[in-house]
C-alpha cells in the first residue's frame, strides 16, 4: 500500500459518519420506504440485505480499497494502481466515469436540493397552510415554471455545498457531518414520536414490516439489487475519494457493514415517520416524488401543528440532500485540486460554478428549454438516466473486477484482515456474485 500523502480523516467514527451522509439521500426518504411496503415488506427487507451482502458491501469495500492505495483523486488513483499492478491503462476509465457520474449527478440533484430549501422556507411562512390540493398542486407546477425561481434555489443550495466542501476535508466534510447527521437521526426520531402519538403508527409498521413471500418476484428481487447498489453511493467516485482520506489501521469490511446498517435504519425509520402521516391522512402511497412535493404539504397544510411538522420534514430532507451533496462534489474537487496549482477553495469554484452551470441547463428543461430533447428525453431527465442506467453500475462493475480479478490476491486478502475459507468467500462474492449482480441491474435498466 501507498504511504499516505494527502488529509485524513481524524477518525473512524466521523469517516463512518461521512460515508453513512453520502449514502443517506432523498432516496432514503421515500423510496426505499415505499419499496419495503410495495414488495413484500419484511420479506422484502430480507431480500434487500441479502443483495446488500452480496452486491453492495464488496463494490463498497473495492472503491474504498482502491482510493486508499492510491491515496489520489479516482482518476489518478486508477492509473496509479494499473500502472503498478502491470495492467492496462485503460482501466483508467473506470476512475473518469466515477468523476463524470458525480459530477452530472450534482447538477441536477442540486435542483431538487433547491426544491427542498424552498419548501422549507415555505413550511415556515405558512404557504400550505388551509390550501386545498389544487392550491398546494399550483405552488409546486408555479415553481418548476418560473425558471427564476429555481435558479435562486439552486443557487442557494450550491452555495451551501460549495461552502462546505471548500473548508477541505477537517473543517468542512467532517463539520458538517458531525452536526448534520445527528440532526438527521433527531428529526427522524420527532417524527417517529408523533406517528406513534397519531394512531396510525401501528398501520405503518404493519405496512412496512408484515412478510408478503407472494410479493418478492424476480422483478422485485432486481428492485432490490439496484436499491443495494444505488443506496450506497456506489460507482459515483464517492467512495474512491473518500477511501483516498482513509487510515491503514481502519478495517474496511468492519466499516462497511457499519455503514450498510445504519444506511439501512435511516431509510426504515424515515418509512416509520412518513407512513403515519401518509395514513392518518389518507394520501397517495404510490404518488412518489410528488408525495413529498405535493400530497405531504396538503397534509402539513390542513393538520393541527403541521407547520412545526412540515419545518422539520423538509429541513431533514434538507439535510440528507446537503450529506449527498458535498460526497458528490468532492471527487470533483480533488480532481482540480490535484491535477492543477489551485488552492482547496479555488478549486471547489471551479468544480462547484461548473456544477452550477450544468444545473441551470437541468433547471430550464422543466419550462423554457422544455421542447428541448436529448435522445427524446429533457435535459434533466436525460442527464438522470445517463448516470444511473450507464455510468453508475459500468463503474462499479469495474471497480470490483478490478481489486477481483486485476490486483494480487494475497495482497487484498491480507488489507481486509482474511484468510483461509474467509478469504475464499470474499473473492467468490467479489469476483463472480457482486459483478453479475450489477450486470442484471444494468440489463435491466435497459
Given at each position: 500500500m501507498s504511504k499516505l500523502?494527502?488529509a485524513?480523516?481524524?477518525?473512524r467514527?466521523?469517516f463512518?459518519?461521512?460515508?453513512?451522509?453520502?449514502?443517506?439521500g432523498l432516496?432514503?426518504?421515500?423510496k426505499f420506504?415505499?419499496?419495503?411496503?410495495d414488495?413484500g415488506?419484511?420479506a422484502?427487507?430480507?431480500?434487500?440485505?441479502l443483495c446488500i451482502?452480496?452486491v453492495?458491501?464488496?463494490?463498497?469495500?473495492?472503491?474504498w480499497?482502491?482510493?486508499?492505495?492510491?491515496?489520489?483523486?479516482?482518476?489518478?488513483?486508477?492509473?496509479?494502481l494499473?500502472?503498478?499492478?502491470?495492467?492496462s491503462?485503460?482501466?483508467?476509465?473506470?476512475?473518469?466515469?466515477?468523476v463524470l457520474?458525480a459530477?452530472?449527478i450534482?447538477?441536477?440533484?442540486?435542483?431538487?436540493g433547491?426544491w427542498?430549501?424552498?419548501?422549507?422556507l415555505?413550511?415556515?411562512?405558512g404557504?400550505?397552510?388551509?390550501?386545498?390540493?389544487e392550491?398546494i398542486e399550483?405552488?409546486f407546477?408555479?415553481?418548476?415554471?418560473?425558471p427564476?425561481e429555481?435558479?435562486l434555489?439552486?443557487?442557494?443550495?450550491?452555495?451551501?455545498?460549495v461552502?462546505?466542501?471548500?473548508?477541505?476535508v477537517?473543517q468542512g466534510?467532517?463539520s458538517?457531518v458531525?452536526s448534520l447527521?445527528?440532526a438527521?437521526g433527531?428529526?427522524?426520531l420527532v417524527?417517529?414520536g408523533?406517528?406513534?402519538?397519531?394512531?396510525?403508527f401501528?398501520?405503518a409498521?404493519?405496512?412496512?414490516?408484515?412478510?408478503?413471500?407472494?410479493?418478492?418476484?424476480?422483478?422485485?428481487?432486481?428492485?432490490?439489487m439496484g436499491?443495494?447498489?444505488?443506496?450506497?453511493?456506489?460507482?459515483?467516485?464517492?467512495?474512491?475519494?473518500?477511501?483516498?482520506y482513509?487510515?491503514?489501521?481502519?478495517?474496511?469490511?468492519?466499516?462497511?457493514?457499519t455503514?450498510v446498517?445504519?444506511?439501512t435504519?435511516?431509510a426504515?425509520?424515515?418509512?416509520?415517520?412518513?407512513f403515519?402521516?401518509?395514513?392518518?391522512?389518507?394520501l397517495d402511497?404510490?404518488?412518489?416524488?410528488g408525495?413529498i412535493?405535493?400530497t405531504?404539504p396538503?397534509a402539513?397544510?390542513n393538520m393541527?401543528?403541521?407547520?412545526?411538522?412540515?419545518?422539520?420534514f423538509?429541513?431533514?430532507?434538507?439535510?440528507?440532500a446537503?450529506?449527498?451533496?458535498?460526497?458528490?462534489?468532492?471527487?470533483?474537487v480533488?480532481f482540480?485540486?490535484?491535477?492543477t496549482?489551485?488552492?482547496?477553495?479555488?478549486?471547489t469554484?471551479?468544480?462547484?460554478?461548473?456544477t452550477?452551470?450544468?444545473?441551470i441547463?437541468a433547471?430550464?428543461?422543466?419550462?423554457v428549454?422544455?421542447e428541448?430533447s436529448?435522445?427524446g428525453?429533457?435535459?434533466?431527465?436525460?442527464?438522470d438516466?445517463?448516470?444511473?442506467?450507464?455510468?453508475l453500475?459500468?463503474?462499479?462493475l469495474?471497480?470490483v473486477v478490478?481489486?477481483?480479478w486485476?490486483?494480487d490476491r494475497?495482497s487484498v486478502?491480507?488489507?481486509?484482515?482474511?484468510?483461509?475459507?474467509?478469504?475464499?468467500?470474499?473473492?467468490?462474492?467479489?469476483r463472480f456474485i457482486?459483478?453479475?449482480g450489477?450486470?442484471?441491474?444494468f440489463?435491466?435498466?435497459?
Amino acid at each position: 500500500m501507498s504511504k499516505l500523502s494527502h488529509a485524513q480523516w481524524s477518525s473512524r467514527l466521523t469517516f463512518i459518519l461521512a460515508a453513512t451522509g453520502s449514502a443517506v439521500g432523498l432516496g432514503n426518504i421515500w423510496k426505499f420506504p415505499y419499496m419495503v411496503g410495495d414488495s413484500g415488506g419484511a420479506a422484502f427487507v430480507l431480500v434487500y440485505l441479502l443483495c446488500i451482502a452480496a452486491v453492495g458491501l464488496p463494490i463498497l469495500v473495492a472503491e474504498w480499497l482502491i482510493g486508499r492505495r492510491g491515496q489520489k483523486n479516482p482518476i489518478s488513483t486508477m492509473a496509479d494502481l494499473s500502472r503498478s499492478a502491470g495492467r492496462s491503462r485503460g482501466w483508467v476509465a473506470v476512475g473518469i466515469s466515477g468523476v463524470l457520474g458525480a459530477f452530472l449527478i450534482l447538477s441536477f440533484y442540486s435542483v431538487i436540493g433547491g426544491w427542498s430549501l424552498n419548501y422549507t422556507l415555505g413550511s415556515v411562512i405558512g404557504d400550505f397552510s388551509g390550501e386545498s390540493a389544487e392550491g398546494i398542486e399550483a405552488l409546486f407546477t408555479g415553481m418548476l415554471s418560473s425558471p427564476g425561481e429555481l435558479l435562486l434555489w439552486h443557487t442557494m443550495f450550491m452555495v451551501l455545498v460549495v461552502g462546505i466542501v471548500g473548508r477541505g476535508v477537517t473543517q468542512g466534510l467532517e463539520s458538517a457531518v458531525r452536526s448534520l447527521m445527528p440532526a438527521l437521526g433527531i428529526l427522524l426520531l420527532v417524527l417517529v414520536g408523533y406517528g406513534i402519538a397519531s394512531g396510525h403508527f401501528g398501520q405503518a409498521v404493519s405496512f412496512m414490516f408484515n412478510p408478503d413471500w407472494g410479493a418478492v418476484t424476480g422483478e422485485v428481487v432486481l428492485a432490490a439489487m439496484g436499491q443495494a447498489f444505488f443506496t450506497l453511493s456506489l460507482g459515483m467516485g464517492i467512495m474512491m475519494a473518500y477511501g483516498s482520506y482513509l487510515n491503514e489501521d481502519v478495517n474496511l469490511l468492519a466499516t462497511a457493514r457499519t455503514v450498510v446498517i445504519l444506511d439501512t435504519l435511516v431509510a426504515l425509520v424515515a418509512g416509520l415517520a412518513i407512513f403515519p402521516i401518509v395514513f392518518a391522512n389518507g394520501l397517495d402511497l404510490s404518488s412518489g416524488p410528488g408525495l413529498i412535493f405535493i400530497t405531504l404539504p396538503l397534509a402539513f397544510g390542513n393538520m393541527t401543528g403541521g407547520i412545526i411538522l412540515g419545518l422539520m420534514f423538509f429541513l431533514l430532507l434538507t439535510f440528507a440532500a446537503l450529506t449527498s451533496a458535498i460526497s458528490l462534489l468532492e471527487p470533483v474537487v480533488e480532481f482540480v485540486e490535484e491535477r492543477t496549482a489551485l488552492s482547496r477553495m479555488s478549486a471547489t469554484l471551479v468544480a462547484g460554478v461548473a456544477t452550477w452551470v450544468l444545473g441551470i441547463a437541468a433547471l430550464l428543461s422543466f419550462n423554457v428549454w422544455s421542447e428541448v430533447s436529448l435522445l427524446g428525453l429533457s435535459i434533466f431527465d436525460f442527464l438522470d438516466a445517463l448516470t444511473s442506467k450507464y455510468l453508475l453500475p459500468l463503474t462499479g462493475l469495474g471497480a470490483v473486477v478490478f481489486v477481483a480479478w486485476r490486483l494480487d490476491r494475497d495482497s487484498v486478502a491480507a488489507e481486509l484482515n482474511l484468510s483461509g475459507g474467509q478469504a475464499t468467500l470474499w473473492h467468490l462474492v467479489a469476483r463472480f456474485i457482486a459483478p453479475l449482480g450489477v450486470i442484471a441491474v444494468f440489463v435491466s435498466s435497459l
